[in-house]
């Protein structure tokens, strides 16, 4: 006789960057595979987990406000996540949840759901399937692929190693398993991420891996030049600009993997660099990355800056402002400074007044405005690869190579009923503003 007793269900709120959603989905698929219903509302579910971040302050308080939430919805509430490091500003603000853990904790957090939420029946692996790429939450075309965890540096504004450690590198063959499941599983685009992805192997010396039999080693290199064989995209974020970054470059003029960098440089001044503890702050970054687009001439780098960081003069900001009209970088970020709790840079001399800081972020953004703006008129009368995200009656949202899912631009093109999310499309440019390009698909 089957037993038709419901299974317990589980509500999930993932807040933060995307290294975090990869800890959601994997703390999701092992419990689907352990039989737990994943719903998508408070009152569906019989327990719901908030996984947060703790970077800034303003994380901090969406984090807050996300477990408030949860536990007035709900009331059966266990937090995880990078906030979770700070168990004691959680238990007393929120005393009602049932349990906290830090980042990267997936089986304390699963022990914690089966203490709280026992199963009512025992789980058939046979009858309760998880799918062999796992329970991911983008969409069925992109993937982020992890491929460490934790981060050396310690860079003065940052928090991240006092709450996820030093660098811990995945195996390689582990790595390209996953890459694999996925794109068998039709994930066009995979986004590689990592607290520092071109330090990946320095932890393990670079040890040799093996993959589908044939030795790779466990290098940024080594890994893009076995995620190229497996003909989608793949996209590179969170890139110190370490000499040896100039290796892969060649792959991206082959294009074997796309020609992207996301590279936090943060500041241009060397006085403020040196303040923040940046790595690789005395490289010669222009003109590295003139080299790399003379290899690469479609090169597209991506960035993001600090501005009002303690200490930084007009004459600091200017020359940041001078290194955006020099570097033409093609998409950039920028926020304000703010205090953490427990970052080294708060003790320094010379913090900057809020309104200076929000004066100074309202230039920085209106120069890089007129550079992106400038670059992407450029494109226009172009024909280029575009993966559709979304597709309805209305209009065709995608992107190019150019640009990363959620962070940088779109492609918008007329309604075309025999394309669908996840195709590629070759578009014809016919119209640019800020950040977005318009085109219509070539027929």
């Not at 807050?64 to 168990?87: P, R, S």
């Not at 044939?214 to 370490?242: D, F, N, T």
């Amino acid at each position: 006789m089957t037993d038709t007793s419901p299974k317990q269900k589980v509500g999930f709120v993932s807040l933060g960057c995307p290294k975090a959603l990869v800890d959601s989905e994997r703390i999701l698929t092992q419990l689907k595979s352990d039989g737990y219903d994943i719903v998508p509302s408070y009152d569906d579910a019989d327990l719901v987990v908030v996984n947060t971040c703790g970077f800034i302050d303003s994380a901090k308080q969406e984090s807050l406000d996300a477990i408030g939430e949860a536990i007035a919805e709900n009331g059966k509430v266990l937090v995880t996540g990078c906030m979770g490091a700070e168990k004691e500003v959680i238990t007393n603000t929120h005393p009602k949840v049932l349990g906290v853990t830090g980042p990267a904790a997936y089986e304390q957090v699963v022990n914690q759901v089966h203490n709280f939420l026992p199963q009512q029946k025992p789980h058939d692996p046979f009858s309760d399937l998880v799918p062999a790429h796992g329970v991911k939450l983008t969409p069925r075309h992109y993937a982020y692929l992890k491929i460490s965890e934790g981060c050396n540096h310690r860079c003065s504004f940052c928090i991240i190693p006092s709450m996820r450690g030093d660098l811990v590198s995945r195996p390689v063959g582990d790595v390209l398993d996953e890459a694999e499941r996925l794109a068998n599983a039709g994930v066009r685009e995979l986004l590689v991420i990592s607290q520092d992805t071109s330090a990946y192997g320095v932890d393990t010396k670079y040890q040799t891996g093996f993959w589908q039999g044939q030795p790779v080693k466990a290098s940024m290199q080594g890994l893009c030049e076995a995620l190229a064989q497996l003909g989608i995209w793949v996209r590179l974020h969170y890139v110190y600009p370490y000499p040896h970054v100039d290796k892969v470059i060649p792959l991206m003029a082959e294009s074997k993997i796309l020609p992207y960098l996301d590279i936090p440089f943060q500041h241009a001044s060397q006085k403020i660099l040196k303040a923040m503890k940046r790595p690789a702050a005395t490289e010669k970054t222009l003109d590295r990355i003139q080299k790399w687009r003379t290899q690469c001439p479609e090169l597209t780098l991506r960035s993001t800056f600090i501005v009002g960081f303690p200490g930084e003069t007009e004459a600091d900001f200017e020359e940041l402002l001078q290194f955006l009209h020099a570097a033409q970088l093609d998409r950039v970020g920028c926020f304000q400074y703010s205090p953490v709790e427990g970052a080294t840079a708060n003790v320094l001399d010379g913090h900057v007044p809020d309104e200076l800081k929000q004066e100074r972020w309202e230039r920085f953004m209106a120069t890089q405005q007129e550079i992106s703006e400038n670059k992407l008129q450029n494109k226009i009368g172009q024909e280029l690869e575009i993966l559709v995200d979304n597709a309805d009656a209305e209009r065709i949202v995608g992107r190019s190579w150019a640009d990363a899912p959620e962070i940088d631009g779109n492609v918008f093109i007329e309604p075309d009923a025999a394309i669908s999310a996840g195709d590629f499309v070759q578009v014809t440019i016919t119209d640019a503003d800020e950040y977005d390009l318009y085109g219509t698909v070539k027929k």
